[in-house]
């Protein structure tokens, strides 16, 4: 059975009168145009019974007398008009160096905004007229030329402002430079005033116009002679005690301070300080001293293999140099999240010389690997008595998140009493309320002041505060308290939601509407932006079909329908479980400035959940109605080809991937540094939860099976129904490639997606797909757990 055009089957017989389309004119015996009645569809065997209709049925070819000239022209320049307002607001705009940026604006405006529009209204078969869609077009367009006119405008009254004000200061300082005589005389002003500061002489200062200046440059080169002076008497020092290496460290140290200063710049200070660090490294190579600062300024990648070189030296220092060391080691772990690490060489440090600096971070990596015991041991040695204030600002949070209250509780009075400034924030507020100081936390609440630079930190902790500890008035009231910054302290309602949940009785105010606006835009949005590849999809097999070519897979079940809701399913879960567990990466789109938000971890695995379980509904439902589980089979393999070859084909990917990795280490190991997809952080979640048995069931079990019905099932089958194979195999690819969320391995997700839709064209099911890709999983698993057991 086939889904071909009608002209690719075999020709019927005969139609002496075969009818026109419906809606065409036809002319009648009077010579005058009627209007055709629609005919009978032309025969086509169905592919299956219960195959689905594609998402745009095919439309008779246009007639272009269907759009009226005036129509069709002023479409055209509207077009015209949006594209060129469009590349103005692109070179007005701030971001406007970010070239991705200004072809985002432009194709957004006159390419992907209009078909997506085109694709949504074409859903319903009115819409469907070429007549309907240039007037969509042109809505579109219209809206735009209006967007971009006033985001101009806008730009061009601010630089008129900033132009005004410029003048104005100019005009001010012109006056101000004004040589001409003033109202009064000097003298008698001086004769009508008080003389109450009588002057004093100073001779030796000239105190003409432009004093300032020219005393600021003395004073500047009085500091500078006064360096110079210093830099040779270290020198001569140095000469006279060659053996001295604290000297020479120190003297590095005086140079250095004045070589990296952005206040007190001396030109020669960076040559200063290349000669005496050359002094020092070459004359004491090997002295404590100088291996701690090589190892201070020591960034590259390889800091580890650096200090572990001078492993055999340490055990011979002194303990405040010996502890130097591990301390450094202790921080580079900490800053590489490799927290066992850092608390074995912080004990090492805080053990040979008990510090503050040291004392902090054993402190710190104890709490984040939930060794409370060694933190709190840590927190209340005697070292910290005499400590700084902001010290005890730092050990007062940790007593709070190891469970000390009590101490914490304690150091927090003796902080409100000398440094008040230190304790009166919104997060000393939270650990006070976690440690049942209700009152006191409210009190320091109600002393913050929200705006439009503190909404995000105080205001959401105010309601936060308020949603657990208070009544549903408080809590109304620190939600109308963060919203009075505008729409952008809760863009998409979820913090409204969640006093909705709390309190259902509360009533709804006007400024409710634009998120809820907001979120239903978002997610039609999301709904509707597949159709900007399907559309041209489908056009594009509609004008293959015209010419007699036929698809790739024209025996499809599936067609662009199922391709749409399945995509469309993805965007809206993600979506979902984004604004359901961490909202705040969406509300970072409405800042200005938006900071990089990653995932928190904890909520990836039923961010994950959610999207398994739709996906799994709707890719059950479209195999149930197509009837196509024997897709899920060997087809016409058998099942030891089946295996052989997946298996083998998994093998040769992860060798090629492992080759990759041996070319070019720096690359795959920056990946690892800090660019981790979400897929390894969730596989490390997983395994955390479940151990080793529920991350293979997961990953190597479960997401094959699923992923192979989805992308080498419905997805590749709906594609290769209106392009060629190759073509349609490319786009499910990228798809896949794309979800998979890291640019890095990109081109192997690209490559292992290729050869499981050419796998599954050339068996006729998925068994050699889904066995390549579980093993692939099963290898990343088994890695991972390595891993994760070592330490790494």
Same mark, same amino acid.
Request: glycine letters at 8%; aromatic letters at 8%; charged letters at 20%.
């Given at each position: 059975m086939s889904d071909e055009p009608p002209h690719l089957d075999p020709p019927p017989a005969p139609d002496p009168a075969p009818l026109p389309p419906a809606g065409e004119l036809t002319p009648a015996p009077d010579g005058s145009a009627v209007e055709a009645a629609p005919g009978p569809a032309a025969a086509e065997p169905p592919l299956l019974a219960t195959a689905?209709?594609?998402?745009?049925?095919?439309?008779?070819?246009?007639?272009?007398?269907?759009?009226?000239?005036?129509?069709?022209?002023?479409?055209?320049?509207?077009?015209?008009?949006?594209?060129?307002?469009?590349?103005?607001?692109?070179?007005?705009?701030?971001?406007?160096?970010?070239?991705?940026?200004? =072809?985002?604006?432009?194709?957004?405006?006159?390419?992907?905004?209009?078909?997506?529009?085109?694709?949504?209204?074409?859903?319903?078969?009115?819409?469907?007229?070429?007549?309907?869609?240039?007037?969509?077009?042109?809505?579109?367009?219209?809206?735009?030329?209006?967007?971009?006119?006033?985001?101009?405008?806008?730009?061009?009254?601010?630089?008129?402002?900033?132009?005004?004000?410029?003048?104005?200061?100019?005009?001010?300082?012109?006056?101000?430079?004004?040589?001409?005589?003033?109202?009064?005389?000097?003298?008698?002003?001086?004769?009508?005033?008080?003389?109450?500061?009588?002057?004093?002489?100073?001779?030796? =200062?000239?105190?003409?116009?432009?004093?300032?200046?020219?005393? =600021?440059?003395?004073?500047?080169?009085? /500091?500078?002679?006064?360096?110079?002076?210093?830099?040779?008497?270290?020198?001569?020092?140095?000469?006279?005690?060659?053996?001295?290496?604290?000297?020479? %460290?120190?003297?590095?140290?005086?140079?250095?301070?004045?070589?990296?200063?952005?206040?007190?710049?001396?030109?020669?200070?960076?040559d200063d300080l290349r000669v005496a660090t050359a002094y020092?490294?070459? *004359?004491?190579?090997?002295?404590?001293?100088?291996?701690?600062?090589?190892?201070?300024?020591? /960034?590259?990648?390889?800091?580890?293999?650096?200090?572990?070189?001078?492993?055999?030296?340490?055990?011979?220092?002194?303990?405040?140099?010996?502890?130097?060391?591990?301390?450094?080691?202790? /921080?580079?772990?900490?800053?590489?999240?490799?927290?066992?690490?850092?608390?074995?060489?912080?004990?090492?440090?805080?053990?040979?010389?008990?510090?503050?600096?040291?004392?902090?971070?054993?402190?710190?990596?104890?709490?984040?690997?939930?060794?409370?015991?060694?933190?709190?041991?840590?927190?209340?040695?005697?070292?910290?008595?005499?400590?700084?204030?902001?010290?005890?600002?730092?050990?007062?949070?940790?007593?709070?998140?190891?469970?000390?209250?009590?101490?914490?509780?304690?150091?927090?009075?003796?902080?409100?009493?000398?440094?008040?400034?230190?304790?009166?924030?919104?997060?000393?507020?939270?650990?006070?309320?976690?440690?049942?100081?209700?009152?006191?936390?409210?009190?320091?609440?109600?002393?913050?002041?929200?705006?439009?630079?503190?909404?995000?930190?105080?205001?959401?902790? *105010?309601?936060?505060?308020?949603?657990?500890?208070?009544?549903?008035?408080?809590?109304?009231?620190?939600?109308?308290? %963060?919203?009075?910054?505008?729409?952008?302290?809760?863009?998409?309602?979820?913090d409204r939601m969640t006093l909705f949940w709390a309190h259902p009785t509360l009533g709804w105010n006007g400024d409710d509407l634009g998120g809820a606006l907001a979120l239903l835009g978002m997610l039609l949005l999301l709904a509707g932006a597949p159709l900007a590849v399907l559309a041209p999809m489908h056009y594009a097999g509609l004008w293959r079909a015209s010419r007699g070519r036929t698809a790739g897979l024209p025996g499809s079940p599936w067609g662009l329908r199922a391709a749409w809701v399945a995509l469309a399913v993805v965007l809206v879960a993600e979506a979902f479980g984004v604004w359901f567990w961490q909202p705040e990466l969406l509300r970072s789109w409405w800042r200005p400035n938006p900071e990089k938000i990653e995932l928190a971890g904890g909520v990836l695995v039923p961010m994950q959940f959610v999207l398994w379980a739709a996906l799994s509904v709707v890719t059950i439902v479209f195999y149930q109605r197509a009837r196509a589980w024997r897709l899920m089979g060997p087809g016409t393999w058998s099942i030891g080809k089946s295996i052989g070859i997946g298996c083998g084909l998994a093998l040769a990917l992860r060798l090629a991937l492992g080759i990759g990795v041996s070319i070019w280490p720096q690359i795959f190991r920056s990946a690892g540094a800090g660019l981790q997809p979400a897929t390894t952080e969730l596989c490390g979640e997983l395994l955390g939860r479940y151990g080793l048995v529920g991350l293979i069931g997961a990953a190597a079990v479960f997401t094959p099976v699923l992923e192979e019905m989805l992308f080498r099932g419905v997805l590749l089958q709906a594609f290769a129904k209106h392009l060629p194979f190759a073509w349609a195999n490319a786009v499910q690819a990228a798809l896949f490639a794309a979800l998979h969320e890291t640019l890095v391995l990109s081109p192997f997700f690209f490559a292992f997606a290729c050869i499981n839709g050419v796998l599954a064209r050339r068996a006729g099911g998925l068994l050699p797909a889904i066995l390549l890709h579980a093993l692939n999983n099963l290898v990343v698993c088994l890695v991972l757990a390595a891993a994760r057991h070592t330490g790494h």
């Amino acid at each position: 059975m086939s889904d071909e055009p009608p002209h690719l089957d075999p020709p019927p017989a005969p139609d002496p009168a075969p009818l026109p389309p419906a809606g065409e004119l036809t002319p009648a015996p009077d010579g005058s145009a009627v209007e055709a009645a629609p005919g009978p569809a032309a025969a086509e065997p169905p592919l299956l019974a219960t195959a689905e209709p594609p998402l745009l049925p095919a439309a008779p070819a246009p007639d272009p007398a269907m759009v009226p000239p005036w129509l069709l022209v002023t479409t055209v320049a509207a077009g015209l008009l949006e594209l060129g307002l469009a590349a103005a607001a692109a070179s007005h705009d701030p971001k406007a160096g970010d070239i991705p940026y200004v =072809i985002g604006l432009v194709l957004g405006g006159t390419v992907i905004w209009p078909l997506i529009a085109i694709g949504l209204f074409s859903l319903s078969p009115r819409y469907r007229t070429p007549r309907r869609r240039a007037w969509i077009l042109l809505v579109v367009f219209g809206v735009s030329i209006l967007g971009h006119a006033g985001n101009l405008a806008k730009l061009r009254r601010a630089t008129q402002a900033a132009g005004a004000a410029e003048a104005k200061s100019e005009t001010a300082t012109e006056d101000e430079d004004d040589d001409s005589p003033p109202a009064a005389p000097a003298d008698d002003l001086r004769v009508a005033l008080p003389d109450e500061h009588p002057k004093v002489g100073h001779p030796d =200062i000239d105190f003409s116009p432009g004093s300032d200046e020219r005393l =600021i440059k003395v004073i500047e080169a009085t /500091q500078e002679g006064r360096y110079h002076a210093t830099v040779a008497a270290y020198a001569d020092e140095c000469a006279i005690r060659p053996n001295d290496a604290v000297l020479a %460290l120190e003297r590095v140290r005086f140079v250095e301070r004045f070589a990296n200063s952005e206040e007190n710049s001396i030109a020669s200070a960076a040559d200063d300080l290349r000669v005496a660090t050359a002094y020092l490294t070459t *004359r004491f190579p090997d002295a404590p001293g100088t291996v701690l600062y090589r190892l201070r300024n020591f /960034q590259a990648p390889g800091f580890e293999a650096k200090a572990e070189s001078y492993d055999g030296q340490v055990s011979r220092w002194g303990n405040a140099d010996r502890a130097g060391f591990f301390l450094l080691r202790a /921080q580079s772990a900490e800053g590489k999240k490799r927290y066992a690490a850092a608390e074995r060489y912080a004990a090492k440090a805080f053990q040979a010389n008990p510090t503050v600096d040291a004392g902090l971070v054993l402190a710190r990596v104890a709490h984040l690997r939930h060794d409370d015991k060694e933190c709190v041991r840590a927190l209340l040695d005697p070292v910290f008595g005499t400590a700084e204030p902001w010290v005890k600002q730092q050990k007062m949070e940790l007593l709070f998140e190891a469970g000390r209250r009590g101490e914490a509780i304690d150091l927090y009075r003796e902080l409100k009493k000398t440094s008040p400034d230190l304790v009166n924030d919104e997060k000393t507020a939270t650990q006070l309320a976690g440690a049942g100081q209700i009152a006191v936390a409210r009190e320091i609440f109600a002393g913050l002041k929200i705006n439009k630079w503190t909404w995000d930190r105080i205001g959401r902790a *105010r309601f936060d505060f308020e949603m657990q500890h208070g009544t549903a008035e408080q809590a109304a009231a620190a939600y109308r308290a %963060l919203r009075s910054v505008g729409i952008k302290a809760d863009p998409f309602l979820h913090d409204r939601m969640t006093l909705f949940w709390a309190h259902p009785t509360l009533g709804w105010n006007g400024d409710d509407l634009g998120g809820a606006l907001a979120l239903l835009g978002m997610l039609l949005l999301l709904a509707g932006a597949p159709l900007a590849v399907l559309a041209p999809m489908h056009y594009a097999g509609l004008w293959r079909a015209s010419r007699g070519r036929t698809a790739g897979l024209p025996g499809s079940p599936w067609g662009l329908r199922a391709a749409w809701v399945a995509l469309a399913v993805v965007l809206v879960a993600e979506a979902f479980g984004v604004w359901f567990w961490q909202p705040e990466l969406l509300r970072s789109w409405w800042r200005p400035n938006p900071e990089k938000i990653e995932l928190a971890g904890g909520v990836l695995v039923p961010m994950q959940f959610v999207l398994w379980a739709a996906l799994s509904v709707v890719t059950i439902v479209f195999y149930q109605r197509a009837r196509a589980w024997r897709l899920m089979g060997p087809g016409t393999w058998s099942i030891g080809k089946s295996i052989g070859i997946g298996c083998g084909l998994a093998l040769a990917l992860r060798l090629a991937l492992g080759i990759g990795v041996s070319i070019w280490p720096q690359i795959f190991r920056s990946a690892g540094a800090g660019l981790q997809p979400a897929t390894t952080e969730l596989c490390g979640e997983l395994l955390g939860r479940y151990g080793l048995v529920g991350l293979i069931g997961a990953a190597a079990v479960f997401t094959p099976v699923l992923e192979e019905m989805l992308f080498r099932g419905v997805l590749l089958q709906a594609f290769a129904k209106h392009l060629p194979f190759a073509w349609a195999n490319a786009v499910q690819a990228a798809l896949f490639a794309a979800l998979h969320e890291t640019l890095v391995l990109s081109p192997f997700f690209f490559a292992f997606a290729c050869i499981n839709g050419v796998l599954a064209r050339r068996a006729g099911g998925l068994l050699p797909a889904i066995l390549l890709h579980a093993l692939n999983n099963l290898v990343v698993c088994l890695v991972l757990a390595a891993a994760r057991h070592t330490g790494h």
